[in-house]
Nanobody, 128 residues
Framework: QVQLVQSGGGLVQAGGSLRLSCAAS????????VGWFRQAPGKEREFVAA????????DYAGPVKGRFTISRDDAKKTVFLQLNSLKPEDTAVYYC?????????????????????WGQGTQVSVSS
């Protein structure tokens, strides 16, 4: 069992930056890929970014590529999402998640069903 506690988020103007953090309760977190999803009002939860357990591979959704960066600090059992050049359409509740299977060193799960543990969510609001 892995518990994930998120922090960061808030209200920012368009063009601004935020950093989201997600702290895990168990050391086993370091053995699995991690990801971030987001859910805007009235929409389905969608993939944002993923990072393999090895740190060797990342994957990003098209709308955030080049603006967001996922990273992990295994010593601190924490995964981060750096959000730069924010746009109003980035407004959503953001969720971190831990993958269900370890996979290869380059495995970056892209869909919700490939994740087992989820953070509580944190609101990101971008004003125009």
């Amino acid at each position: 069992q892995v518990q994930l506690v998120q922090s960061g988020g808030g209200l920012v103007q368009a063009g601004g930056s935020l950093r989201l953090s997600c702290a895990a309760s168990a050391r086993t977190f370091t053995m699995y890929p991690v990801g971030w999803f987001r859910q805007a009002p009235g929409k389905e939860r969608e993939f944002v970014a993923a990072l393999s357990w090895s740190g060797r591979a990342t994957d990003y959704a098209g709308p955030v590529k080049g603006r967001f960066t996922i990273s992990r600090d295994d010593a601190k059992k924490t995964v981060f999402l750096q959000l730069n050049s924010l746009k109003p359409e980035d407004t959503a509740v953001y969720y971190c998640a831990v993958g269900t299977v370890r996979g290869s060193a380059y495995y970056t799960p892209l869909v919700r069903d490939e994740y087992s543990y989820w953070g509580q969510g944190t609101q990101v609001s971008v004003s125009s």
